[in-house]
């Protein structure tokens, strides 16, 4: 009897703490966010959230707040401890979109800023008919992103920056992302995730279509590569390569790769063909990510 009775006090004290954190994140003291409603159906980075013209569902608006209480917590403890990191929590606050999937799903995107210049997308999925949400929303970073967006002498990004489609069967979204090292790697990286049914996101895919050449060639760091995804089957694809070069020539045709998907429904390389032994390594990204590790989570490098 005393063992049941500790356990039941123990629950007690759990569900009491629980329900405080959640007070703590969701208080009066919380903003209510209200989101852009763009006539294209698509974001744009950078965005300021005063853009806003519509008020978020409150279990949205709850769901963003606890990312932010919880990422507000973590970078304060590990990335301000010095003094000239003036943290507050409501600069962490961006701009929120709504788009709508076709499967008559709402997708919020919502941008976190953090302090140094960072930020990151969270991509939240909500069904107004079953009030079902994406718990832990799969996020991008957008620090490049915002950036280069505006950047008039990169021809790298290209609108849609979030579309969707069906792979095996499964309604995906597909999320345009910018990986940068300097002037060691410029890329854009379309990353694939699959909707499941619990509206969670699983990364399926990480597609590099567009790169800066890092080398030198005849005088020029301009030439650029450009791949091509073509899906074969339900559940293979073939990804072709080739170099741009900045003179008006045919575009250099460097080899492909063919990528299945594996029992965990996430593709991998499952062969390599290259015309040119030297040119081997561009066939999959000109970033310095382990191959296979890249197809599936794209570039790993952040700053």
């Not at 919020?108 to 991509?123: D, K, L």
């Not at 999925?125 to 009030?131: E, N, R, T, V």
């Not at 699959?194 to 996101?201: A, E, F, K, M």
Request: aromatic share 14%; charged share 25%; net charge negative.
């Amino acid at each position: 009897m005393k063992y049941k009775l500790s356990v039941t006090v123990l629950l007690l004290v759990f569900f009491s703490a629980l329900q405080f954190a959640k007070a703590s994140v969701n208080d009066e003291s919380s903003p209510t966010l209200k989101a852009i409603v763009p006539a294209d159906n698509d974001i744009t980075p950078g965005s300021s959230p005063d853009a806003g013209q519509e008020a978020l569902p409150a279990i949205v608006n709850d769901e963003i707040n606890s990312i932010v209480y919880a990422d507000f917590k973590s970078v304060e403890k590990n990335e301000c401890g010095t003094e000239d990191c003036q943290l507050k929590i409501e600069d962490m606050y961006g701009s929120v979109f709504r788009i709508k999937a076709p499967t008559g799903l709402d997708l919020y995107v919502f941008e976190e800023i953090g302090p140094m210049g960072w930020s990151n997308y969270y991509f939240i999925f909500y069904d107004a008919k079953s009030g079902k949400l994406t718990k832990k929303p799969a996020y991008i970073y957008g620090k490049w992103l915002d950036m280069f967006f505006e950047d008039k002498n990169s021809s790298l990004l290209k609108r849609p920056f979030v579309s969707f489609t069906e792979i095996d069967g499964n309604e995906s979204i597909i999320i345009e992302d910018y990986g940068h090292n300097g002037t060691e790697y410029n890329a854009v990286i379309y990353r694939y995730f699959r909707i499941n049914d619990d509206l969670s996101l699983t990364p399926i895919l990480a597609f590099e279509e567009r790169a800066l050449w890092p080398l030198e060639i005849d005088g020029s760091y301009r030439n650029t590569i450009v791949r091509k995804l073509q899906f074969t089957g339900k559940k293979s694809a073939e990804i072709s390569t080739y170099l741009n070069l900045t003179k008006n020539e045919e575009p250099l045709y460097l080899g492909k790769i063919t990528i299945e998907m594996t029992d965990k429904g996430q593709f991998k390389i499952v062969k390599k063909n290259y015309i040119d032994k030297k040119y081997e390594f561009a066939l999959v990204t000109l970033s310095e990510t382990d191959e296979q590790q890249f197809i599936i989570g794209g570039d790993s490098l952040f700053y």
